[in-house]
């Protein structure tokens, strides 16, 4: 049952990223994007992170998509031309498959094969588990954050109202 | 079909991060649309937070979530700064296209 929600989601995972490095018209690829975090929110669940599920799908599928899909409407970007072809087209396939294969090479010899996720197992990712170490042992970079944040805002304030010639 | 395993390795779900960081990687070198570019860097992240949590489960310990949940908190104030950046350039470049935002070339 684990391997094969697995499977359905990592599926819907990789699908949806292709078709966000495929399609043409942003608005597709954001939907694409969408449906990239869905399926981790569900990986994650399975990995037992309750808190970091739900966080990704209010955060990220919800705030940050939200941000991108207003931003591609309040410019009205369409599709994109075709460019011309660089180096970077002829090459960066080849070299990008030789990565993924490394990785994947490195990732399968140093991990023992036998050790698997079983839905259930770890317990540590609900919000109290989390809570607790977010606010004891990572309580100044947690403030660090808010800093952060309020830094953003005032700069994304700035930069929108200001007029470059 | 082979038989599904009964619990899931844990190089799948790596390997599954790995597919989606290069995935991420692909976008952000092949497109030209500076939305796309930017919503390829987020894949990328997630990918990264996949990975995180994956050690997490591996480790038993909960730090993994934390550090993707700080992941989380930069790519929005990112997310935020950079769509303002996207906006102003528009407004006075009237493009998007990568291609054609080169005046600091040259």
């Known amino acids: 049952m684990d391997a094969l929600l697995f499977m359905i989601f990592a599926a819907i995972a990789v699908v949806c990223g292709i078709s966000l490095v495929v399609q043409t018209h942003p608005i597709s690829s954001a939907l694409s994007l969408v449906g990239v975090m869905g399926a981790l929110a569900a990986l994650y669940l399975l990995l037992g992170g309750e808190f970091i599920a739900a966080a990704q799908l209010v955060v990220y599928a919800g705030a940050i998509m939200v941000l991108f899909v207003f931003v591609i409407m309040l410019l009205n970007a369409g599709t994109e031309h075709k460019g011309r072809r660089t180096w970077a087209k002829y090459a960066g396939a080849p070299l990008l498959l030789v990565l993924l294969g490394l990785i994947a090479i490195g990732i399968t010899h140093h991990l023992p094969a036998s050790e698997g996720v079983m839905f259930g197992q770890f317990t540590k990712g609900t919000p109290l588990e989390f809570g607790r170490a977010l606010f004891t042992t990572y309580l100044l970079p947690f403030e660090v954050t808010s800093v952060l944040i309020l830094i953003a805002i005032l700069g994304a304030i700035v930069l929108a109202r200001k007029e470059i010639d | ?106």
Not at chain 2, 23 to 32: E, Q, T, Y
Not at chain 2, 49 to 68: A, M, P, R, W
Not at chain 2, 82 to 87: D, Q, R
């Open chain 2, 1 to 106: 079909m082979p038989a599904l395993p009964s619990s899931v390795p844990l190089s799948w779900y790596l390997t599954l991060s790995a597919i989606l960081f290069v995935l991420g990687i692909a976008g952000f070198l092949f497109r030209r649309n500076i939305i796309t570019v930017f919503m390829s860097i987020e894949l990328m992240l997630n990918a990264v937070n996949l990975s995180f949590i994956t050690f997490s489960y591996k480790l038993k310990q909960v730090d993994g979530h934390i550090f993707s949940f700080f992941v989380m908190v930069v790519a929005a104030a990112e997310a935020a700064v950079g769509l303002a950046i996207i906006l102003t350039v528009f407004k006075n470049r009237q493009t998007l296209e990568i291609d054609e935002l080169s005046s600091l070339k040259n």
